[in-house]
């Protein structure tokens, strides 16, 4: 876990990897819940005796925006900023889902400090986010996030 200080520290990091988040399961009764919170009900994410059947491992796979949401989740693991009063989530520049996440797996997040730029009270941090699932040597997601982080 990095301890950052302020906001604008962030900038001391830019180009640099802030480092890897912990392993956490992805099951299939996060699984479930996702798929009950979004209304993505399609059989690839919840059907089990199917998917058994029919994909390649035998298994679900979570749902692409369900990986992505699990950064909120990972990131607190790599850093956090000590003295800020808030932070908002701006936006993605760009989200890939290169590769499936099976029910059951392992994952975790690398992150990396691409830009910071200020704004009023605080910063803009742009993030390079790539999610490995354990045993494979392709990330499952590659993104790239942006936040703002109030003094």
Not at 13 to 28: A, M, P, Y
Not at 65 to 76: K, M, V
Request: with cysteine; proline share 5%.
């Amino acid at each position: 876990m990095i301890e950052i200080e302020t906001p604008a520290a962030l900038a001391e990091w830019v180009g640099r990897k802030l480092g890897t988040s912990e392993w956490i399961t992805v099951d299939q009764k996060t699984i479930d819940l996702f798929a009950e919170a979004t209304g993505d009900h399609q059989w690839i994410h919840i059907d089990v005796e199917r998917a058994a059947r029919e994909m390649p491992g035998g298994k679900t796979i979570a749902h692409g925006f369900l990986t992505l949401s699990l950064l909120p989740r990972l990131s607190p693991m790599i850093y956090r900023v000590v003295k800020r009063s808030r932070s908002i989530n701006y936006g993605t520049n760009k989200v890939r889902f290169t590769a499936p996440v099976p029910a059951g797996s392992r994952v975790r997040l690398h992150l990396t400090v691409k830009s910071v730029e200020p704004i009023t009270g605080g910063v803009r941090v742009t993030m390079a986010n790539e999610m490995e699932v354990d045993g494979n040597t392709r990330p499952c997601l590659v993104a790239e996030t942006m936040a703002q982080v109030y003094d």
